[in-house]
């Protein structure tokens, strides 16, 4: 049995799919430019490695704000709505984005490059903190009985959308470019190009409404005064839970797009596009096990099970890293289509799970708190971490930072209960 999808949900499911692409585009062209050419343009020369480990490090500033982000967007999304949080999560981090365009160098301005960089990457971060947990409210909660998982996915498809955008768009700015030119300014394209796609992102965001479920919370009782302290007293034990249980999905993409893409084109000797064309192939994988994940977790079991299943194929996977990525492109991309066909399962279903986790009334603070403290743990650093574990032990003990991290995430899983909010009940089996 099907559902139809009325125009004002489907108008719901593209805000949160369009938005969402566009945060995570942002945040992907930092990524990759970090990973390509941030190094040597921001950071003066020292040891082998260690421009490529400070423009990594950069990478982590994003994420330190991302809970701030979380903190003060989840306040005004449980206070005053969904709707006009998102419009400023949104302008927050396209403003950030383009202005990275703009930036000297450090061999015109010295340390105040790379402090401007942090600044911007610090904007990016903050806005991001903001966009996730609101996206995934506004599409679970407008989702019928038994598609709230399949709802939910629509921000999750953001990630692989944006990620195809930023690094094909990079891939093409490569071929047309000579390495020179891209070294020199090529690399700033896709930051100017953000603030079309902001723009277009605002337009669908603008014409919407708040979501059900917020406004019914608001008829039952008034807003918290302050949504974090009633998180905190009430639903520790869940945001504590939903954190360590988001922790594989950031450890699993970070390894697989931003570290092995430095790795593989600085230490394997894969030319940039090459790598480039074969984490864009593996993008497909993610993205078909977000909807595969999504599908499961609606029809066959729950967001909790599938979540599991995704961490136990990843804790596996960590053990293939040393010889899949022994310098051949096959071997390579197996290992990239491995690593994010599982990342989709322990990443679709968390657009359902972790606002399940909480009341609406502080919903918004409480997915987005989890999520992004999440991305502290297992994403912020783990660029980072893993150039360093690479260069002092190989890429093993790589394979087992990332198994841990899947592990700690089943860990919590399997330790929580299935959380009452939202009901199960309406639940029915779709074809």
């Given at each position: 049995?099907?559902?139809s999808?009325?125009?004002s949900?489907?108008?719901?499911?593209a805000?949160?799919?369009?938005?969402?692409?566009?945060?995570?585009?942002d945040?992907?062209?930092?990524a990759t430019?970090?990973?390509?050419?941030?190094?040597?343009?921001?950071?003066?020369?020292?040891?082998?490695?260690?421009?490529?480990?400070?423009a990594?490090?950069?990478?982590?500033?994003?994420?330190f704000?991302?809970?701030?982000?979380?903190?003060v967007f989840?306040?005004?999304?449980?206070r005053?709505g969904?709707?006009?949080?998102?419009?400023a999560?949104l302008?927050?981090?396209?403003?950030?984005?383009?202005l990275?365009?703009?930036l000297?160098?450090?061999?015109?301005?010295?340390?105040?490059?790379?402090?401007?960089?942090?600044?911007?990457?610090?904007?990016?971060?903050?806005?991001?903190?903001?966009?996730?947990?609101?996206?995934?409210?506004l599409a679970?909660?407008?989702?019928?009985?038994?598609w709230?998982?399949r709802?939910g996915?629509a921000?999750?498809?953001?990630a692989?959308a944006?990620?195809i955008?930023?690094?094909?768009?990079?891939?093409?700015?490569?071929l047309?470019?000579?390495?020179?030119?891209f070294r020199d300014w090529?690399?700033?394209?896709?930051?100017?190009?953000?603030?079309?796609?902001?723009?277009?992102?605002?337009?669908?965001r603008?014409?919407?409404?708040?979501?059900?479920?917020?406004?019914?919370s608001?008829?039952a009782?008034?807003?918290?005064?302050?949504?974090?302290?009633?998180?905190?007293?009430?639903?520790?034990?869940?945001?504590?839970?939903?954190?360590?249980g988001?922790?594989a999905?950031?450890a699993?993409y970070?390894?697989?797009?931003?570290?092995?893409?430095?790795?593989?084109?600085?230490?394997?000797?894969?030319?940039?596009?090459?790598?480039?064309?074969?984490?864009?192939?593996?993008?497909?994988?993610m993205?078909?096990?977000?909807?595969?994940?999504?599908?499961?977790?609606?029809?066959k079991?729950?967001?909790?099970?599938?979540?599991?299943?995704?961490?136990?194929?990843?804790v596996?996977i960590?053990?293939?890293?040393?010889?899949?990525?022994d310098?051949?492109a096959a071997?390579a991309?197996?290992f990239?289509?491995?690593?994010?066909?599982?990342?989709?399962?322990?990443?679709?279903p968390?657009?359902?799970?972790?606002?399940?986790?909480?009341?609406?009334?502080?919903?918004?603070?409480?997915?987005?708190?989890?999520?992004?403290?999440?991305?502290?743990?297992?994403?912020?650093?783990?660029?980072?971490?893993?150039?360093?574990?690479?260069?002092?032990?190989?890429?093993?003990?790589?394979?087992?930072?990332l198994?841990a991290?899947?592990?700690?995430s089943?860990?919590?899983?399997?330790?929580?209960?299935?959380?009452?909010?939202p009901?199960?009940?309406?639940?029915?089996?779709?074809?």
């Open positions: 049995m099907t559902i999808t009325s125009p949900h489907r108008r719901v499911l805000a949160s799919f369009v938005g969402t692409t566009i945060e995570f585009y945040f992907y062209v930092y430019a970090a990973a390509l050419v941030f190094g040597e343009l921001f950071f003066p020369k020292g040891a082998p490695g260690t421009q490529q480990l400070a990594f490090a950069t990478l982590a500033v994003a994420f704000a991302r809970p701030i982000g979380s903190l989840g306040h005004f999304g449980d005053v969904r709707k006009s949080t998102l419009v999560s302008l927050t981090m396209g403003v950030s984005t383009t990275v365009a703009l000297p160098t450090y061999a015109t301005a010295g340390w105040l490059a790379p402090l401007a960089l942090c600044m911007l990457r610090f904007g990016q971060g903050f806005g991001l903190g903001g966009e996730w947990g609101g996206a995934a409210l679970v909660e407008h989702a019928p009985p038994g709230r998982a709802y996915s921000p999750q498809l953001g692989p944006g990620f955008a930023a690094n094909g768009l990079f891939l093409l700015i490569g047309w470019l000579t390495p020179t030119e090529g690399w700033r394209i896709p930051f100017v190009i953000s603030a079309a796609l902001v723009a277009v992102g605002l337009w669908i603008l014409k919407l409404t708040e979501t059900p479920e917020f406004a019914a608001l008829e009782a008034p807003p918290p005064a302050v949504p974090i302290a009633e998180l905190l007293r009430r639903h520790g034990g869940a945001t504590l839970a939903g954190t360590v988001a922790i999905c950031f699993a970070y390894v697989g797009t931003a570290f092995l893409l430095g790795y593989g084109t600085k230490t394997l000797g894969f030319p940039m596009q090459q790598f480039l064309l074969m984490q864009l192939g593996a993008i497909l994988f993205a078909a096990g977000i909807y595969l994940a999504a599908w499961l977790a609606d029809n079991w729950d967001e909790r099970r599938v979540l599991a299943g995704g961490c136990v194929a990843t596996l960590g053990f293939t890293i040393q010889p899949l990525m310098g051949s071997g991309f197996a990239l289509a491995l690593t994010l066909f599982a990342m989709g399962f322990v990443y679709g968390l657009g359902a799970w972790l606002p399940g986790l909480f009341p609406a009334r502080v919903r918004y603070t409480g997915a987005s708190m989890a999520f992004n403290v999440a991305g502290v743990i297992g994403g912020g650093l783990t660029p980072l971490v893993a150039q360093g574990l690479a260069m002092e032990r190989g890429l093993w003990a790589v394979g087992l930072y198994s991290a899947a592990g700690l089943l860990i919590a899983l399997v330790a929580i209960r299935p959380a009452p909010v009901p199960r009940a309406g639940r029915r089996r779709q074809a």
